[in-house]
């Protein structure tokens, strides 16, 4: 099952280590002028000298809200960073993610950057303009690329939690392991399967990679490979032990669809993060130092 998820994750595994190397991309925001000519040859330009067209892509969708561009002209799949107050349709008026379907064509303005993982990923882009109106039929010629790149999870694989934070040089993300779940799901013939992990307490975690925090205090991000129900926290103390610990202090969450964040999150602490699906619960660990 590991080995599987860890294939799935190539993509946040080459995130933290080429993150660093391209700071300015991971960094820097533009600021964008949302008016936009309605004559057609302005179409494909913004008003904003340095957002310079960067690349083309027809878009596949895939998973809970997963997203794939193929450029049409040398058939190559990439991924892009979506900047959702800056999406435009063809009229230069602006739409909102949803309104991004299978099919359609859009060309992404802003820093060239791209990292250099398969498929590559371009994270300094700062406008979305759609540039034609597809459909599903048009995003179907592409779909064997589709499948290289993403298969359908397996129902009894649990979902895995990575962490994010923004240091002074770079934004980093570190993968988590689970510490324990119950997971139940339905097998290809319809009967209903249970697992059940029990594992070690968060405060007995050996040689795990610490998010290290700039300040005293910092939001982190969480992000779930799949939308939890609710996420619960508890800190401690680093150093405390598990004999000790008490119920912890339960810290605020703001959850939205595939991501929470733990506002003004400590430094030297150990955090235990519970999330909640339909199929079950999953708890995993982490430390900030």
């Known amino acids: 099952m590991r080995k599987k998820e860890i294939k799935n994750r190539l993509l946040f595994v080459s995130m933290i280590f080429l993150c660093v190397a391209f700071i300015g991309g991971c960094q820097k925001k533009e600021a964008c002028n949302t008016e936009r000519p309605q004559k057609e040859k302005d179409l494909t ?82 406008e979305v303009m759609r540039i034609k109106d597809g ?45 324990g779940y119950e997971w139940s799901y339905e097998t290809e013939n319809g009967e209903k399967e249970s697992i059940v992990a029990c594992g070690m307490h968060v405060l007995d975690m050996k040689d795990t990679e610490p998010i290290r925090l700039d300040e005293e205090t910092a939001d982190i991000k969480l992000l779930f490979s799949k939308s939890p129900k609710s996420v619960k926290v508890k800190r401690w103390d680093k150093g405390t032990k598990a004999e000790e610990a008490g119920e912890g202090e339960e810290q605020k969450v703001a959850l939205e669809k595939k991501e929470a964040i733990i506002q003004s999150a400590k430094n030297n602490s150990v955090y235990e993060v519970t999330a909640v699906w339909e199929q079950g619960t999953v708890t995993y660990g982490f430390v900030a130092e």
Do not use: C, W
Not at 145 to 161: F, G, K, N, R, T
């Open 45 to 126: 330009r913004t008003n904003v000298s340095e957002n310079e067209k960067v690349v083309e892509g027809m878009l596949l969708t895939f998973g809970e809200d997963g997203m794939l561009f193929i450029d049409p002209e040398t058939e190559s799949p990439f991924y892009v960073h979506i900047p959702e107050e800056n999406i435009f349709d063809e009229n230069g008026e602006k739409i909102l993610l949803e309104d991004m379907g299978d099919g359609d064509l859009f060309a992404f303005y802003g820093d060239g950057i791209v990292l250099e993982s398969y498929p590559p990923q371009y994270p300094a882009i700062t």
């Open 135 to 179: 459909n599903a039929e048009d995003a179907e010629q592409y779909k064997d690329i589709l499948a290289q790149v993403y298969q359908e999870p397996d129902p009894s694989d649990i979902p895995y939690m990575d962490v994010e934070h923004r240091r002074k040089d770079a934004v980093v993300t570190v993968i988590t392991q689970s510490l």
